[in-house]
């Protein structure tokens, strides 16, 4: 099985089906709700990055045990919270200043997803996922900036549309992670019970 190198990626598999489920749910209700105003719709998307960055935290508390990737984790939880406070606190402004910012958000994390998909992982399933999530992201920011001109609700359900589309991902990727977890593992005991023959047979061979 290809090597995973031990950073952001190698977090907890719970971590993404949390952060999946959050997505899934916060996207759906962006997408398919009867609202009508973006007042109504931006603080909740606030929410569900204030959500998402509560599980970051979490990961960066449980990853800073082996010292190992939870300045990542720690920087991502900043960027969802500061991203969901500023949502909330734009609730009644002008949509423009709420567009921007879900615009600005949704391509920067895209960039960070293909950063994460190209760098952290040889994995070809990892990489895909991460790369399609990443590319999502930008071309819905991209969407969301130039929406201007539409309906006042249609950059929320675009932005709904990428949650959607990070919640799957995440929650396939979760999955995969823990497929892997346990194929590790096991490879992990199998090489050490050979080990440990190699090393009895060497023993034996010197008396």
């Known amino acids: 099985m290809a090597h995973i190198k031990r950073k952001y990626i190698d977090s907890h598999w719970l971590v993404f089906i949390f952060q999946g489920a959050i997505a899934l749910f916060f996207g759906c209700l962006a997408l398919f709700t009867g609202s ?19 599980v970051e935290f979490a990961n960066s508390l449980h990853r800073s045990r082996n010292r190992q990737g939870w300045l990542i984790a720690t920087l991502v939880a ?33 960039i960070f997803e293909l950063v994460i998909g190209f760098r952290t992982t040889v994995d070809p399933t990892d990489r895909f996922i991460w790369v399609l999530t990443g590319i999502a992201g930008i071309i819905f920011g991209i969407v969301i900036l130039n929406s201007g001109h539409l309906m006042n609700i249609d950059f929320v359900r675009f932005f709904g549309a990428y949650l959607f ?27 050490a019970k050979a080990a440990r023959k190699t090393k009895a047979a060497k023993k034996l061979a010197k008396k």
């Not at 009508?36 to 509560?54: D, H, W, Y």
């Not at 589309?165 to 005991?189: C, M, P, T």
């Open 36 to 54: 009508e105003s973006p007042r109504t719709l931006t603080p909740i998307i606030g929410i569900a990055l204030l959500a998402l960055a509560v």
């Open 165 to 191: 589309i990070f919640g799957v991902s995440s929650l396939i990727y979760g999955v995969h992670n823990r497929s892997q977890k346990l194929e590790d593992r096991e490879a992990r005991a199998e090489a």
């Open 78 to 110: 900043l960027f969802d919270a500061a991203f969901g406070l500023v949502l909330i606190c734009l609730t009644g402004q002008e949509m423009v200043w709420q567009l921007s910012t879900l615009a600005a958000y949704t391509v920067i994390r895209g």
